[in-house]
């Protein structure tokens, strides 16, 4: 099993070296730029055909290296096939933001404990953060295509680690926990020792009110300024809700660590099913990234000696878990609380979704084992 992560590793450039960097960077952006308009005109994005068209111009009138001019042609293509693969109108992709694509042991290396980065003018030697870097280090880890980016003139390098995990067979499993995601809790827990435990979500919840707030007043406005600041506001609520779901996932796995089945909800189509939720409430339901905290969870489990599987919502938060009398009217949504018509156990929603989850998770290892 391949475990993938991306770390951020934060670089030390000299001087000398700072320049090097942005002249390398703004050259490649404007190569790919070059390179988008050829795909945009003739839709083509095989590497082959691109070479034949691109690669002496990336070469003279930018100066790009040989790999470099190469990896300009990748990236454009890549973004083009996203945007195919993602059911897009055909657009002209441009890129603003100064970029440069590395690849591991042709445009970087590791050299005496130095970053060794290819520049237009050569390889420089860069100095770079170790702390809590060490892990990456040991020789089991593999490096893949490195960004280079540039953040508040400081400078980072957000490298693919991949490594190959040993996955744990279904009768290693000694425990599941599972993960009910919402929005009054972002994650409610359930595991085999009977807990459950709350990730409270009211004041994130406050938090993403105010930044909507902020960006209808922006958006009213319609000047330069006001677009400029819309678009950082935006880039600030994505930092901060990804700091909040590696927060979340971390301490989810480190509650249960090794040997643990995580047992989640497949929320693919969650923006199809808003349909049904009230207007001023369906920003609420959409705007939190459900599925890149479960991608957190999964590969955090992976590297714990866990795993992770997910599985269909549908009625986990009108099932009882006690005698599995299922009915709308087991729940009342505006109370988020659960009382069964049928027996008459209660409790929080979302603790009894989490509850069904942990059944699930039970079910699925005695299938496993062969149980009927």
């Not at 926990?177 to 809790?185: C, K, Q, R, S, T």
């Not at 480190?254 to 989640?264: H, M, P």
């Not at 659960?338 to 699925?364: T, V």
Request: hydrophobic share 35%; net charge positive; aromatic share 10%.
């Amino acid at each position: 099993m391949i475990a993938t992560i991306t770390a951020k590793i934060k670089i030390m450039p000299t001087e000398s070296q700072i320049q090097a960097l942005q002249e390398t960077i703004v050259a490649y952006r404007q190569g790919c730029n070059l390179v988008s308009a050829l795909v945009f005109e003739t839709r083509e994005v095989k590497q082959s055909a691109l070479h034949r068209m691109a690669y002496r111009a990336l070469r003279n009138m930018f100066g790009l290296r040989s790999q470099m001019a190469q990896s300009a042609m990748k990236t454009v293509t890549a973004r083009y096939k996203t945007i195919q693969s993602n059911g897009h109108d055909w657009m002209h992709v441009q890129f603003k933001k100064p970029e440069y694509d590395l690849v591991w042991n042709r445009d970087y290396s590791l050299v005496s404990h130095l970053f060794s980065v290819n520049t237009l003018q050569g390889r420089i030697k860069i100095r770079f953060e170790t702390k809590g870097m060490q892990r990456y280090f040991d020789g089991s880890w593999t490096f893949g295509t490195a960004k280079l980016v540039c953040k508040k003139r400081k400078w980072f390098l957000h490298i693919p680690m991949s490594k190959d995990i040993p996955a744990p067979q279904l009768k290693e499993i000694t425990q599941v926990a599972g993960i009910d995601l919402g929005i009054n809790f972002v994650a409610t827990a359930y595991g085999s020792d009977g807990k459950a435990a709350f990730f409270r979500g009211r004041a994130l919840k406050r938090k993403r009110a105010n930044y909507k707030r902020l960006r209808a007043q922006l958006q009213r406005k319609q000047t330069p300024s006001s677009r400029r600041k819309l678009k950082q506001i935006g880039q600030r609520e994505t930092r901060w809700m990804t700091d909040v779901n590696h927060r979340v996932s971390k301490a989810l796995v480190t509650r249960y660590g090794a040997n643990t089945l995580f047992v989640l909800e497949d929320l693919t189509g969650v923006r199809k099913r808003t349909e049904k939720t009230r207007l001023k409430d369906r920003y609420v339901m959409v705007s939190w990234a459900f599925h890149q905290l479960r991608k957190m969870v999964e590969y955090k489990a992976q590297l714990a000696g866990s795993m992770m599987i997910a599985v269909d919502p549908k009625y986990t938060s009108q099932a009882c878990p006690v005698c599995d009398h299922t009915a709308t009217a087991n729940r009342d949504k505006k109370s988020h609380h659960f009382r069964c018509q049928n027996c008459g156990y209660q409790s929080n929603d979302d603790r009894i979704g989490a509850m069904n989850l942990y059944l699930l998770g039970k079910e699925y290892l005695l299938q496993g084992a062969g149980v009927a």
